[in-house]
């Protein structure tokens, strides 16, 4: 019975008509704190795992999933493909990739005066719209294929230059041509035949042109830099270790997940700052329970002494008001799993709901590349939240219990009269 004391007593004590109405309020308050915090935190977490997300799908509608590549460039590059993309019976459960060939270069892209750097791409005009047709927001890929050195440009590279279809630029590579007058960069005057929007640094800095005039522009001839592949699922790129054991020495195999680490490298930490920043309102909830646990042993001095009369020993009481200050904690921290998932999963349909009543708009499609909220909850990110909400919890309970435990049966009961 001794043993079950702790669990007993603490439960009544966290579920009781209080007396003390401001105890109660202080108790409630930090349940609420608590909810409150581990709420804020799951929802925030799951926003930003969606733009995360966001950001890679519509990067990897353009770029692509991996690249192989040598340093002398490709000739023979249909047999590769070929004999990359075949499949044995064996391997009928999986999909092969889609692979094509493509020549990046880079260059300086000039028009009225503006100047930006750019990383030319040169594909073939099917791939050009498979990438690009639901993203084009002006022009026409189709003039891609049928008129010479046409290109298409990213969307804030187009407003930076204040370029639009039709209008004429000049590109300037890093190479020289050698005249008897001097040596001179080599230029070459494109059209601008569409301008698509991704949402992101793509749009920034890369331009597409057909693969036929990519290859006469950068001299590659019946060369081209390597192949694009593109895998039914990027995120796995379920495959791609049998192609790297078909693949020759001297070939090199990337993947988006290399070429971009910097930039999931920053989302990263910027997610794991801003969670651990967020965590201070939970240790600020802990502080609550603190408040609240210490203000319940004041209360329950002689209830205390009552205990240590009949045999209770200082574990068994500091027990107690741990048991009472975790049922506070893992209420809240209950409340604030259902709200937090709760929102994570429809905060979507929540902002659009309060758009419409408020009659405004948190992401204005005119400057956005989104029109509602993304959310992506992640069940890791759910399991981190609450150790760590629990870590506070019990590290909350720690001073008030030991105070509980050392209260002087003696002066408990003198005190009292």
Same mark, same amino acid.
């Given at each position: ?16 008509? #209080? %007396?003390? !109405? ?5 108790? =409630? ?7 409150? @915090?581990?709420? &804020? $935190? ?104 049928? #008129? %010479?050195? !046409? ?5 804030? =590279? ?7 279809? @039709?209008?004429? &630029? $000049? ?247």
């Amino acid at each position: 019975m001794i043993s079950n004391l702790p669990l007993f007593v603490g439960l009544r004590y966290a579920f009781s008509n #209080r %007396r003390d !109405g401001f105890l109660s309020f202080v108790s =409630l308050f930090s349940l609420g704190a608590m909810a409150l @915090g581990v709420t &804020v $935190l799951i929802v925030v977490l799951s926003v930003m795992n969606g733009f995360d997300r966001e950001i890679k799908d519509r990067m990897l509608d353009i770029l692509p999933h991996a690249t192989i590549t040598r340093p002398e460039g490709l000739q023979d590059w249909q047999q590769i493909r070929d004999q990359l993309t075949s499949q044995s019976p064996a391997d009928s459960t999986t999909t092969s990739p889609y692979a094509s060939p493509f020549v990046d270069g880079q260059g300086l892209v000039a028009f009225d005066g503006r100047y930006q750097p750019l990383s030319l791409q040169g594909v073939e005009l099917e791939d050009a719209h498979t990438m690009l047709d639901a993203h084009l927001i002006a022009g026409d890929l189709d003039i891609l294929g049928h #008129r %010479r050195f !046409g290109v298409v440009l990213g969307q804030m =590279l187009a407003r930076n230059l204040g370029v639009v279809p @039709g209008d004429k &630029v $000049l590109i300037t590579l890093p190479e020289l041509n050698i005249t008897p007058a001097g040596a001179f960069p080599r230029v070459k005057r494109m059209i601008v035949v569409g301008v698509f929007q991704v949402g992101g640094q793509v749009d920034s800095h890369v331009a597409f042109m057909h693969l036929p005039d990519a290859q006469t522009l950068f001299r590659t001839g019946t060369y081209v830099d390597g192949l694009r592949l593109w895998f039914d699922d990027p995120y796995t790129l379920s495959g791609i270790e049998d192609i790297r054991s078909k693949l020759d020495k001297g070939f090199v195999l990337s993947t988006w997940q290399q070429d971009a680490s910097d930039l999931f490298n920053a989302l990263r930490l910027e997610k794991t700052m801003v969670g651990i920043l967020l965590s201070v309102i939970i240790g600020v909830a802990a502080f609550n329970i603190i408040a609240a646990l210490v203000l319940m042993v004041n209360e329950k001095r002689s209830d205390i002494a009552v205990l240590r009369s009949y045999g209770a020993s200082p574990v068994t009481i500091a027990r107690i008001f741990r048991v009472q200050g975790c049922v506070l904690g893992l209420a809240g921290i209950a409340l604030g799993v259902v709200l937090g998932c709760f929102l994570a999963i429809n905060i979507g349909a929540v902002v659009a709901g309060l758009e419409a009543l408020f009659n405004f708009n948190v992401f204005d499609p005119s400057l956005f590349f989104i029109s509602q909220l993304p959310s992506r909850l992640q069940w890791q990110d759910v399991t981190w939240v609450v150790s760590i909400s629990l870590l506070l919890t019990l590290v909350a309970t720690s001073y008030p219990a030991w105070q509980a435990s050392r209260v002087n049966p003696a002066e408990a009961l003198q005190s009292e009269h």
